[in-house]
């Protein structure tokens, strides 16, 4: 016997409930980013403070179920050396205490204007490899 809670719909002025086919636009697809996380991280387990830049992206094709791309770029502290969606940052980007982040601010706006840089291009070549 299968127990089943029904799924509550999200509210229809929820971010996350996108309904693509409703919005007006005549071209063939629509491209939907967002951002989940961005600054700088320290955890518990490192005392090093970190950029951390998030990214989300999906490809909808009006009419259709299935997005044609759908992926999270991570720059930073969550990236994963290796991995298709991460991106590690210069280790020059890692301070060690708050104070050493403070002082080099601006290096820290260069870090992660570096790292939208990485993930849009990064982003734009996943797109082009699924939708060829």
Aim: proline content about 5%.
């Amino acid at each position: 016997m299968k127990a089943c809670i029904p799924r509550k719909a999200p509210p229809p002025n929820d971010i996350d409930n996108v309904d693509y086919d409703k919005i007006t636009t005549d071209a063939d697809a629509i491209l939907h980013l967002w951002i989940d996380e961005i600054g700088v991280y320290s955890s518990h387990m490192s005392t090093y403070y970190i950029p951390r830049l998030n990214v989300g992206g999906k490809l909808w094709v009006k009419g259709q179920d299935e997005s044609l791309y759908s992926e999270e770029i991570y720059y930073g502290v969550d990236a994963k050396a290796g991995k298709k969606w991460a991106i590690v940052p210069d280790a020059k980007y890692a301070y060690p205490t708050f104070d050493a982040l403070m002082a080099k601010i601006a290096e820290v706006q260069t870090a992660l204007a570096s790292g939208t840089s990485q993930i849009s291009k990064r982003m734009s070549e996943q797109i082009y490899s699924a939708i060829k």
